[in-house]
T-cell receptor
Framework: DSGVTQTPKHLITATGQRVTLRCSPRSGDLSVYWYQQSLDQGLQFLIQYYNGEERAKGNILERFSAQQFPDLHSELNLSSLELGDSALYFC?????????????FGPGTRLTVL | SQQGEEDPQALSIQEGENATMNCSYKTSINNLQWYRQNSGRGLVHLILIRSNEREKHSGRLRVTLDTSKKSSSLLITASRAADTASYFCATDARQGGKLIFGQGTELSVKP
């Protein structure tokens, strides 16, 4: 158990819908990262938050957005869903901003868009 | 874009044998991390090696890092069926905290 929690474990929805994925980082970790894992793209970085502020953006679509709350949990919002958004979405956390320390991953949310 | 490339893409060995996986990357790094993933489940952190380290051990795992060749290797000694999983290397590429992953090596350990 990494100490990073994600809910829900599985999500099945239809095209055009909107979903919210939730992540709680390990106790003491200020950085939260979101990654997407798909068969064709592999593991891709989406976005990073540190202590409530967005710090880095990767290959995140405009239809996707995220935020980190004062209690440090984070949510990833995916809207106008397409079939191609079906993937495993991981949240990870680390203690620092710059990536000098280990990054621990949650169990992931498997999103299926029908 | 992918920073790292793992080699081989797939590896099949017998229990008790050693398994070696290699990872190459393209740009300078602060550190490199290895992860294990069992069949579409979560990523388990195995080990972090910093750019000023050459070798690191953790239980049956040995990781080496050669920054001049931009490569790393993960050795699992005396493998077990439970080691069957995909193994990924990830680097920071000195771009803040985000990790850039390779495509992974699929390890199968047969009892």
């Amino acid at each position: 158990d990494s100490g990073v929690t994600q809910t829900p474990k599985h999500l099945i929805t239809a095209t055009g819908q909107r979903v919210t994925l939730r992540c709680s980082p390990r106790s003491g970790d200020l950085s939260v990262y979101w990654y997407q894992q798909s068969l064709d793209q592999g593991l891709q970085f989406l976005i990073q938050y540190y202590n409530g502020e967005e710090r880095a953006k990767g290959n995140i679509l405009e239809r996707f957005s995220a935020q980190q709350f004062p209690d440090l949990h984070s949510e990833l919002n995916l809207s106008s869903l397409e079939l191609g958004d079906s993937a495993l979405y991981f949240c990870a956390s680390s203690v620092d901003l710059a990536g000098f320390n280990e990054q621990f991953f949650g169990p992931g949310t498997r999103l299926t868009v029908l | 874009s992918q920073q790292g490339e793992e080699d081989p893409q797939a590896l099949s060995i017998q229990e008790g044998e050693n398994a070696t996986m290699n990872c190459s990357y393209k740009t300078s790094i602060n550190n490199l991390q290895w992860y294990r993933q069992n069949s579409g489940r979560g990523l388990v952190h195995l080990i972090l090696i910093r750019s000023n380290e050459r070798e690191k051990h953790s239980g049956r795992l040995r990781v080496t890092l050669d920054t001049s060749k931009k490569s790393s290797s993960l050795l699992i000694t005396a493998s077990r069926a439970a080691d069957t999983a995909s193994y990924f290397c990830a680097t920071d590429a000195r771009q803040g905290g985000k990790l850039i992953f390779g495509q992974g090596t699929e390890l199968s350990v047969k009892p």
